[in-house]
C-alpha cells in the first residue's frame, strides 16, 4: 500500500462564517490541509481562505480551485501573496480552467486555449514571486511593462497544484506544478494519471520524488450502505450537468457515456433538473468515497494501492458537519494513519 502523507478536508458553504470553524474543527483532528472550493457562485474562495487563516495556526489553506479566466493571473498572484502573508507561509494555490459553462456561458468571457491558460498563468506567478520586475507574454495571458509585487511574501515559492482532469492537463501537471489535484478519480483513472503526470515530467526533466499525487473524494459514510450511496448521487448528477457541455471530458468517456447521454443530462441541467437516475452504482464507486464504513475503508485502500498519496475528502456542511468528520475520521481515515 502507498504512503499516506498527507489528509485533507474540503468543505462547500454558501456561508462563509462557517469555513472557520469547520478549518479550526479539522486542526484540532489532525488534518494537514483544508481546501475552499470556488464554485460559482458560492462565497469566493480567496476571502473565505484568509478568514481560516487568521483563525487558525497550523494547518495548510488551499484554493479548490482558482482559474485565471475570472481572475487575471497577476491579480491571483496579489491575493496568494496576501494570503500567505495572513497565514505565515500556510497557503497553497489550487490551480485550474474551470469549465466552459461557468466561464463562457454563463460570464461571457471567452474559455479560449485553456492548457496554455495554465501555462501562462503558471509563470506570471511565478515571475511576480521571484522578485524584481517581470515580463511574461503569454499566448493567452501576458504581464509587462516592469510589474512587480509592492509587498514581501514570506516565500519566494507558493505551492501550485493543477486540478487536471484531461489527459494533456495531467501531463503538464507533472511538466510545471508542484501538484497534481484531480476530483472524481477512482483507482485506474488515478494509476493512468500518475503515469500521465511522470511523462510530463520526464519531457521537462523533473524529478518527482516527494511530488504529491492527491484526489478530491467527494464522501458519504453511514451504517446505512444504500442510503450512504443513494445520498451522494444527487451531487454526482449535479457535476455531470456542469460538465454536459464538454462531453470528451473523462468524467463522461471513463464511464461509457456516449453524446447521446451526455444531451439528455445537458437539456435536463438548462431546464433547472438533476439526473439522479443517469448516475450508476459504477460510476459512484469510481467518483467518490460513498457507503458503509468496510467499503470506504477498502476503496480508500484500493486508491493508496493506485498511488494516490495526499486524499483530500470532500464531506457536506451544515448541522451534520461535526459528527460526519468525526465519523470518517473515526471509521474510515484512521485506519490508513
Not at 489527459?167 to 501538484?179: F, S, T, W
Not at 503515469?195 to 520524488?209: D, K, P, Q, W, Y
Not at 468515497?289 to 498511488?307: F, I, K
Request: hydrophobic content about 45%.
Amino acid at each position: 500500500m502507498s504512503e499516506l502523507r498527507a489528509i485533507g478536508l474540503l468543505v462547500e458553504n454558501a456561508n462563509a462564517r462557517d469555513y472557520v470553524s469547520q478549518a479550526q474543527a479539522a486542526e484540532r483532528m489532525g488534518f494537514d490541509t483544508f481546501w475552499v472550493p470556488e464554485d460559482y457562485a458560492f462565497p469566493g474562495a480567496f476571502s473565505s481562505c484568509a478568514a481560516i487563516a487568521a483563525s487558525t495556526s497550523r494547518i495548510k489553506i488551499g484554493t479548490c480551485v482558482v482559474n485565471p479566466f475570472t481572475r487575471h493571473p497577476v491579480l491571483i498572484a496579489m491575493e496568494l501573496a496576501a494570503l500567505d502573508q495572513i497565514s505565515a507561509g500556510r497557503a497553497i494555490l489550487g490551480l485550474g480552467a474551470s469549465i466552459r459553462l461557468w466561464i463562457e456561458e454563463q460570464m461571457a468571457i471567452r474559455y479560449d486555449r485553456p492548457l496554455a491558460a495554465l501555462r501562462d498563468a503558471v509563470a506570471i506567478i511565478r515571475g511576480l514571486f521571484a522578485g524584481g520586475p517581470m515580463e511574461h507574454r503569454g499566448k493567452v495571458f501576458s504581464a509587462g511593462a516592469g510589474i512587480r509585487f509592492n509587498l514581501r511574501p514570506p516565500r519566494a515559492e507558493v505551492p501550485i497544484y493543477l486540478g487536471a482532469t484531461s489527459p494533456r492537463a495531467i501531463e503538464l501537471a507533472g511538466e510545471i506544478a508542484d501538484g497534481w489535484l484531480p476530483f472524481g478519480f477512482g483507482p485506474q483513472a488515478i494509476a493512468r494519471g500518475i503515469e500521465r503526470v511522470r511523462a510530463g515530467a520526464n519531457r521537462s526533466g523533473r524529478a518527482l520524488a516527494d511530488f504529491p499525487f492527491c484526489s478530491l473524494i467527494f464522501t458519504a459514510v453511514a451504517d446505512d450502505d444504500r442510503k450512504a450511496r443513494a445520498s451522494i448521487k444527487p451531487f454526482i448528477a449535479t457535476m455531470l450537468g456542469w460538465f454536459a457541455n464538454q462531453p470528451e471530458l473523462p468524467i463522461f468517456t471513463d464511464h461509457g457515456i456516449g453524446p447521446q447521454e451526455v444531451n439528455v443530462v445537458r437539456q435536463s441541467f438548462v431546464r433547472g433538473e438533476i439526473r439522479p437516475d443517469m448516475v450508476s452504482e459504477a460510476m459512484i464507486d469510481a467518483m467518490t468515497l460513498a457507503g458503509n464504513p468496510e467499503r470506504c475503508r477498502e476503496r480508500l485502500a484500493a486508491l493508496l494501492d493506485a498511488g494516490m498519496t495526499h486524499p483530500i475528502f470532500a464531506i457536506g456542511g451544515g448541522a451534520n458537519f461535526q459528527s460526519g468528520l468525526e465519523r470518517l475520521y473515526r471509521d474510515v481515515i484512521r485506519s490508513f494513519i
